[in-house]
């Protein structure tokens, strides 16, 4: 099944949220590591098949935290 986000750069993922239709629910999946964050519209159905419209990690920007990671491997997805 192919899904249905696409990896984007940071700026594509920050203007896709700015530009989003609708208001969108930032929501922060704290079992994974890094935390995961997805922003959610939740008209478009139930958590979290239908309702995630994009999505990141919580990086640390900070080289000696657990969590670093550089800008250019940061990964960003938004729907297609």
């Known amino acids: 099944m192919e899904s249905p986000f696409r990896k984007a750069n940071?700026?594509?993922?920050?203007d896709f949220?700015?530009?989003?239709?609708r208001v969108l629910e930032r929501h922060i999946v704290a079992?994974?590591?890094p935390p995961m964050i997805t922003y959610n519209?939740?008209?478009?159905g139930g958590?979290?098949?239908?309702?995630?419209v994009a999505y990141t990690y919580m990086y640390d920007d900070d080289p000696s935290e657990w969590c670093y990671?550089?800008?250019e491997e940061?990964?960003?997805?938004?729907l297609k």
């Open 10 to 14: 940071r700026n594509e993922f920050e």
């Open 17 to 21: 949220i700015k530009k989003y239709p």
């Open 31 to 33: 079992f994974c590591t």
């Open 41 to 44: 519209d939740f008209e478009r």
């Open 47 to 52: 958590y979290p098949e239908k309702s995630i």
């Open 69 to 71: 990671v550089p800008e």
């Open 74 to 78: 940061k990964e960003y997805y938004v």
